[in-house]
């Protein structure tokens, strides 16, 4: 039976892990961190769950902790934030490198500077090439339910990557919504026990993990990384399934809102998403056709998916809460843009930014967005593909 | 939205106006409505301005933006008057209620003609009376419950004392205290 809470995001996935109970949880306690590692402190010293917490001097001893401990054979993790990411960075590639399935419980908050605390993801997104699965949320409930499915999809014998579980910084981190949650027991069984393969405390098959590769061998080993990355998508449809089983959620590798008949779109990750579906039943209301697409899955990137989700649309806005400074958009801008090339769109596509430093989106700046969608329709005519949203000029 | 409630608090750093707002979204969602209870967080010290908001609905909340056009507003710190535009946007079938000690018809010119209802209470007085020290998010938590009609009284004590069982778990002796501030903010408020 599910049980009704109302839960802040922060207290929802550190509720997710007691209930996953995992071996080694590393994490550095104060600010650039969240309220995630410090409900679990409670768990672990209440003896409510089996995991050795510990507390480390920096984001880079948690990610090094962890990493040394899911080689040792553990199912690990670490939590952070905002500049802790940026702390961790050199790690985690090591991580990926060496395919350790640990997981990440972010919480996406600006980087300085300006120094701010607030929501926007130029953290994950400045790690999105470091060879973590990344997995977005739109409210607790997301959050919680893609930190049950996250072993799955990083320990599946044909992914063995780490992965990052993302909310956004005090949207959803701090606000206390509604939520279901799952049985203790049935969060139990459906992450099951983990039974590494390769694992340093093996005395039956000694190996050294994380050695100098030379040039001989590095670019095989960065080349099964993504050999490892291109099953994930498949792996993470068949957790989901599996976890609606249990749930009654449905899960994709993105969210299609009132797609079906759309010609104009909004693509775009996280918190805002909900905002932007009160925008469109507003204007569908109205008689627009009008949809969203939201993305679950980043890293890697579901392009193909996403460009057939798009193909009957005239008009999208993609839309990025972090800056990539190349003149022309942002990282999930350039990621649709090259999905709509290769799919041969003919739609009108412009990459806005939003939202940096936690600027607040209201349903009205949605629906600002679908009107210069349908302006853009009208004049054949995209004008300017490189937009900010809300900015004093 | 035929059942939404929107309420905006200001008050200061180190008041409890976003614990309020939290226990706000506690209480209702006992009540089992959908409901949203969320901080704006500007610089952390004590004595700022911070501003919380609660949402609170029969239908599910999606939209994950602050609050811009209230029905109610609370006012936990009397000296925000001067300084920020409270009934900004605030709904004139609405209300907004004030933490203060002076008489309402001292208030209202401040309010910048607010055709709303103007409630008061002085939390500083309930609070001392029953908790012993200067708390002023309990009786206004109270004080909100009653002006919003979210529950009706009986249902809100009942709930409220399991929930401060739960919150003051290892300091049960304020429990009544604050039970007290709150059956004290219902009779109070006017």
Same mark, same amino acid.
């Given at each position: 039976m599910a049980k009704r809470d109302r839960l802040s995001g922060n207290e929802a996935v550190a509720i997710a892990l007691r209930q996953i109970n995992p071996d080694v949880f590393p994490a550095f306690p104060i600010t650039p961190s969240t309220e995630i590692p410090q409900y679990f402190a409670s768990f672990a010293a209440d003896g409510l769950v089996d995991t050795e917490f510990i507390p480390v001097e920096s984001e880079h001893s948690s990610m090094s902790a962890a990493i040394g401990a899911s080689a040792a054979g553990a199912r690990s993790l670490t939590a952070t934030s905002s500049c802790g990411l940026a702390y961790m960075w050199e790690e985690l590639y090591i991580a990926a490198s060496n395919r350790l399935p640990l997981a990440l419980a972010l919480v996406n908050r600006a980087l300085s500077g300006p120094i701010n605390i607030n929501c926007d993801h130029s953290d994950s997104m400045g790690a999105r090439d470091a060879g973590w699965i990344q997995v977005y949320a739109e409210n607790n409930q997301e959050a /919680?339910?893609? $930190? @049950?499915?996250? /072993?799955?999809?990083? +320990?599946?014998?044909? @992914?063995?990557?780490?992965? $990052?579980?993302?909310?956004?910084?005090?949207?959803?981190?701090?606000?206390?919504?509604?939520?279901?949650?799952?049985?203790?027991?049935? @969060?139990?069984?459906?992450?099951? +026990?983990?039974?590494? +393969?390769?694992?340093?405390?093996?005395?039956?098959?000694? $190996?050294?993990?994380?050695? /100098?590769?030379?040039?001989?061998?590095? $670019?095989?080993?960065?080349?099964?990384?993504? +050999?490892?990355?291109?099953?994930?998508?498949?792996?993470?449809?068949? @957790?989901?399934?599996?976890?609606?089983?249990?749930?009654?959620r449905e899960y994709g590798l993105f969210e299609s809102y009132r797609m079906e008949d759309a010609k104009r779109a909004v693509v775009m990750i996280g918190s805002a998403a909900g905002t932007a579906k009160d925008a469109i039943d507003r204007l569908r209301e109205q008689g627009e056709k009008v949809g969203l697409i939201k993305i679950r899955l980043f890293r890697p990137f579901p392009a193909e998916e996403i460009a057939e989700a798009l193909k009957n649309v005239e008009a999208v806005a993609i839309m990025d809460r972090a800056e990539g400074y190349t003149n022309h958009g942002g990282p999930l801008g350039a990621d649709v843009m090259a999905a709509l090339f290769r799919a041969k769109s003919t739609a009108h596509a412009i990459n806005i930014v939003y939202g940096l430093g936690g600027r607040d989106v209201r349903v009205e700046d949605m629906e600002k967005v679908f009107a210069d969608l349908k302006q853009i329709i009208d004049d054949n005519d995209a004008g300017e593909t490189y937009r900010y949203m809300g900015i004093r000029e | 939205m035929s059942n939404h409630t929107e309420i905006r608090w200001h008050g200061r750093g180190g008041q409890g106006a976003k614990t309020a707002a939290l226990l706000l979204a506690d209480v209702a969602f006992q009540t089992g409505k959908y409901v949203q209870g969320f901080p704006e967080y500007g610089p952390e010290r004590m004595g700022a301005p911070i501003t919380a908001y609660n949402r609170i609905s029969d239908t599910v909340i999606r939209v994950h933006s602050n609050i811009y056009d209230?029905?109610?507003?609370? !006012? !936990?710190?009397?000296?925000?008057?001067?300084?920020?535009?409270?009934?900004?946007?605030?709904?004139e079938d609405g209300a907004i209620l004030i933490n203060t000690e002076r008489p309402k018809e001292e208030i209202i010119p401040h309010l910048k003609g607010y055709k709303g209802k103007v409630y008061t209470i002085d939390a500083k007085k309930v609070s001392l009376a029953s908790i012993g020290r200067y708390f002023p998010n309990t009786p206004l938590l109270a004080a909100i419950v009653k002006v919003a009609k979210i529950m009706d009284e009986e249902t809100f004590l009942k709930e409220m004392r399991a929930s401060f069982h739960h919150k003051f778990a290892s300091k049960p002796e304020v429990i009544e205290g604050n039970m007290k501030a709150l059956e004290m903010a219902l009779k109070e408020v006017q």
């Amino acid at each position: 039976m599910a049980k009704r809470d109302r839960l802040s995001g922060n207290e929802a996935v550190a509720i997710a892990l007691r209930q996953i109970n995992p071996d080694v949880f590393p994490a550095f306690p104060i600010t650039p961190s969240t309220e995630i590692p410090q409900y679990f402190a409670s768990f672990a010293a209440d003896g409510l769950v089996d995991t050795e917490f510990i507390p480390v001097e920096s984001e880079h001893s948690s990610m090094s902790a962890a990493i040394g401990a899911s080689a040792a054979g553990a199912r690990s993790l670490t939590a952070t934030s905002s500049c802790g990411l940026a702390y961790m960075w050199e790690e985690l590639y090591i991580a990926a490198s060496n395919r350790l399935p640990l997981a990440l419980a972010l919480v996406n908050r600006a980087l300085s500077g300006p120094i701010n605390i607030n929501c926007d993801h130029s953290d994950s997104m400045g790690a999105r090439d470091a060879g973590w699965i990344q997995v977005y949320a739109e409210n607790n409930q997301e959050a /919680y339910d893609n $930190m @049950v499915q996250a /072993y799955r999809i990083s +320990e599946h014998k044909d @992914v063995r990557l780490p992965i $990052m579980i993302c909310q956004d910084g005090f949207i959803t981190s701090h606000a206390v919504e509604n939520i279901e949650l799952l049985e203790d027991s049935d @969060v139990k069984n459906f992450v099951g +026990e983990y039974e590494p +393969e390769n694992y340093l405390l093996n005395p039956e098959c000694p $190996m050294a993990v994380g050695p /100098y590769s030379v040039t001989d061998y590095y $670019m095989e080993a960065k080349r099964n990384q993504a +050999e490892g990355m291109k099953h994930v998508p498949q792996v993470v449809l068949d @957790v989901a399934k599996e976890f609606q089983a249990i749930s009654g959620r449905e899960y994709g590798l993105f969210e299609s809102y009132r797609m079906e008949d759309a010609k104009r779109a909004v693509v775009m990750i996280g918190s805002a998403a909900g905002t932007a579906k009160d925008a469109i039943d507003r204007l569908r209301e109205q008689g627009e056709k009008v949809g969203l697409i939201k993305i679950r899955l980043f890293r890697p990137f579901p392009a193909e998916e996403i460009a057939e989700a798009l193909k009957n649309v005239e008009a999208v806005a993609i839309m990025d809460r972090a800056e990539g400074y190349t003149n022309h958009g942002g990282p999930l801008g350039a990621d649709v843009m090259a999905a709509l090339f290769r799919a041969k769109s003919t739609a009108h596509a412009i990459n806005i930014v939003y939202g940096l430093g936690g600027r607040d989106v209201r349903v009205e700046d949605m629906e600002k967005v679908f009107a210069d969608l349908k302006q853009i329709i009208d004049d054949n005519d995209a004008g300017e593909t490189y937009r900010y949203m809300g900015i004093r000029e | 939205m035929s059942n939404h409630t929107e309420i905006r608090w200001h008050g200061r750093g180190g008041q409890g106006a976003k614990t309020a707002a939290l226990l706000l979204a506690d209480v209702a969602f006992q009540t089992g409505k959908y409901v949203q209870g969320f901080p704006e967080y500007g610089p952390e010290r004590m004595g700022a301005p911070i501003t919380a908001y609660n949402r609170i609905s029969d239908t599910v909340i999606r939209v994950h933006s602050n609050i811009y056009d209230p029905q109610y507003v609370v !006012v !936990v710190d009397e000296s925000l008057l001067e300084t920020v535009d409270v009934t900004s946007g605030l709904k004139e079938d609405g209300a907004i209620l004030i933490n203060t000690e002076r008489p309402k018809e001292e208030i209202i010119p401040h309010l910048k003609g607010y055709k709303g209802k103007v409630y008061t209470i002085d939390a500083k007085k309930v609070s001392l009376a029953s908790i012993g020290r200067y708390f002023p998010n309990t009786p206004l938590l109270a004080a909100i419950v009653k002006v919003a009609k979210i529950m009706d009284e009986e249902t809100f004590l009942k709930e409220m004392r399991a929930s401060f069982h739960h919150k003051f778990a290892s300091k049960p002796e304020v429990i009544e205290g604050n039970m007290k501030a709150l059956e004290m903010a219902l009779k109070e408020v006017q």
